[in-house]
């Protein structure tokens, strides 16, 4: 029975990762005269998670603009702000046998990241991407982030109709 839950564990865990992200943009906006980026680095800062998971957030959000040709800059036309939410999850499975009752208890931290492109003049959000992601594992963290950020940015920069 032990076994069953697990399984039911990590398919919700993996049917939640394999939802696409959702993303939004202002329709009127000219997405072509932006070139160049700065980070607001405040809310990853802030979030309530280990520095190296910090890292690879920031690590791969990076790597994702370079591939869509804009490039960092101290003026720049883009202001990128990421936000995590994160909270922990706790799954509690009780199984009663001849011995009593076995409790086994599994603790997870789950939640969104959230990428928002402003325009460093309006200082408008033109583009935004929410995604879930579950931030137990390091090494599968940084294949999912990789996975939803091109998912993501899969249509960057978003023809506008005018």
């Known amino acids: 029975m ?10 919700v865990f993996v049917l939640a990762s394999c939802s696409t992200p959702k993303v939004t943009y202002d329709r009127h906006t000219d997405f072509s005269r932006y070139h160049n980026f700065a980070y607001i680095k405040k809310d990853l800062l802030d979030a309530p998670l280990y520095p ?13 603009l370079l591939q869509k040709n804009l490039t960092p800059s101290k003026k720049p036309d883009l202001l990128v702000r990421i936000i995590p939410s994160v909270h922990k999850r706790v799954d509690v499975y009780v199984r009663r046998d001849m011995f009593g009752l076995d ?14 492109l402003i325009d460093f003049h309006s200082k408008k959000t ?4 929410t995604f879930y992601i579950n931030f ?4 599968s963290l940084k294949k999912v ?3 939803k950020l091109s ?10 109709s005018k």
Request: charged share 30%.
């Open 2 to 11: 032990k076994y069953i839950y697990r399984i039911l564990l990590i398919a």
């Open 126 to 129: 033109v583009w935004r991407t």
């Open 136 to 139: 137990n594992s390091n090494r």
């Open 52 to 64: 190296q998971i910090k890292k690879i957030i920031a690590t791969e959000v990076h790597r994702t």
């Open 103 to 116: 409790k086994t208890k599994y603790e997870s931290h789950e939640g969104t990241i959230t990428v928002e």
């Open 151 to 160: 998912q993501a940015f899969a249509h960057f920069p978003p023809e506008v």
């Open 145 to 147: 982030l990789d996975k």
